[in-house]
């Protein structure tokens, strides 16, 4: 007879560890549970179009609603992943390391690799994602899914969820080697805080000046202002919302440790 460990693993992956989970680890399983219904929904439209393709009576819209079915279900599978620890990894190495070691390595590959990525894979999209609510885009084919813009804003969004799923993942594994509290996970997550922190910092100035500015002004013309310039260190460029985005970050991660040594000494 297997494991019980073993069964639930085939049976629901979701439930594997749940006695370390936080809220945010299940929230993206419950969440991902509802979202893995897509996958027979999806498996209902390819079979239902390769019928009616032999048969003469191609819909285009049902290729689209596959793209669509398929690309949000793979989206929020990756934070399923994430948290479910069930993502391909070379581990030839890792599964021999000390419990200690695992959890370091865990860490580093969550919020020093793979969580500013996801910051930045959102920075980059949620301007794809405008771009294409602006144009009310839709399908190339007159008998496709229109609303093409709602794909694209959904993409935009499964980077947040993932974003989530990481961060809750990287506080258990922190759990398991200090006590997390604020500034421990600001400073051992020290490069996705400061992505995070220069999105804020360059979003803050670039909106202030938008809407303080006459509207003649273009965004572009704003975009060339001297704030968004760079100081010359040498042979080096570094640009101004960089350093305020470095002051910045020392400045949070400090508030943060005051503000936990000040909950430690009340109680």
């Not at 979202?35 to 049902?62: D, E, H, K, T």
């Not at 993409?155 to 922190?174: D, T």
């Amino acid at each position: 007879m297997e494991p019980v460990e073993d069964i639930i693993k085939l049976s629901d992956p979701g439930e594997v560890g749940r006695a370390e989970h936080n809220r945010g680890d299940r929230f993206i399983v419950q969440l991902s549970n509802v979202v893995a219904w897509l996958f027979p929904i999806l498996m209902i439209a390819i079979c239902a179009q390769v019928v009616l393709r032999s048969s003469g009576f191609n819909q285009a819209w049902l290729d689209d609603l596959q793209w669509w079915l398929y690309g949000s279900a793979v989206m929020v599978g990756i934070g399923y992943a994430v948290t479910n620890n069930a993502h391909v990894r070379v581990d030839i190495f890792f599964d021999g390391y000390r419990e200690e070691k695992k959890n370091r390595i865990e860490i580093f590959g969550l919020v020093w690799l793979f969580l500013p990525f996801i910051i930045l894979c959102w920075d980059v999209t949620v301007h794809y994602a405008i771009a294409s609510v602006a144009a009310d885009e839709g399908s190339d084919s007159p008998n496709g899914l229109h609303n093409l813009w709602i794909l694209k804003v959904f993409m935009n969004l499964s980077f947040i969820f993932i974003g989530i799923a990481a961060w809750a993942a990287y506080y258990r594994f922190l759990n398991k080697l200090t006590e997390p509290v604020l500034w421990k996970q600001l400073l051992f997550a020290f490069p996705s805080t400061m992505f995070l922190i220069n999105l804020i910092v360059f979003y803050s100035i670039w909106w202030f000046l938008r809407l303080t500015s006459p509207a003649e002004v273009t965004n572009r013309e704003i975009g060339r202002l001297p704030i968004f310039g760079e100081l010359e260190v040498g042979v080096e460029k570094i640009p101004y919302t960089i350093i305020i985005t470095v002051v910045m970050t020392i400045l949070v991660i400090g508030l943060a440790y005051l503000r936990d040594r000040a909950s430690e000494a009340r109680y």
